[in-house]
Nanobody, 124 residues
Framework: QVQLVESGGGLVQTGGSLRLSCTAS????????MGWFRQAPGKEREFVAA????????EYSDSVKGRFTISRDNAKNTVYLQMDTLKPEDTAVYYC?????????????????WGQGTQVTVSS
């Protein structure tokens, strides 16, 4: 397993942007597909975006498609989530997750390691 640390959360106004980062420990980062999930108060955790080991394939939930972009830099052991045109309904704790597989996945159970989460709050 890898250790994951998220950063970049904060408070932003509707229509604004944030970029989340997730840095992984270890030297095998490129063997992992990566994902972002989020959990809003009173709701279950949900899939947001995922990227395969190379960065060549990505998946997004319908609610963020066209507004969020996931990317990775294997040389820096880091995955990013660029969030644009933010809405109040994007307010949640955002979690980074790693999957010991080359392929993307959109379900929680397919991920092996999780970060501690970072809060994103979008004010109206």
């Amino acid at each position: 397993q890898v250790q994951l640390v998220e950063s970049g959360g904060g408070l932003v106004q509707t229509g604004g942007s944030l970029r989340l980062s997730c840095t992984a420990s270890g030297r095998t980062f490129s063997l992992y597909a990566m994902g972002w999930f989020r959990q809003a108060p009173g709701k279950e955790r949900e899939f947001v975006a995922a990227v395969d080991w190379s960065g060549g394939r990505t998946e997004y939930s319908d609610s963020v498609k066209g507004r969020f972009t996931i990317s990775r830099d294997n040389a820096k052991n880091t995955v990013y989530l660029q969030m644009d045109t933010l809405k109040p309904e994007d307010t949640a704790v955002y979690y980074c997750a790693a999957r010991r597989s080359a392929a993307v996945a959109t379900t929680e159970s397919r991920y092996d390691s999780w970060g501690q989460g970072t809060q994103v709050t979008v004010s109206s």
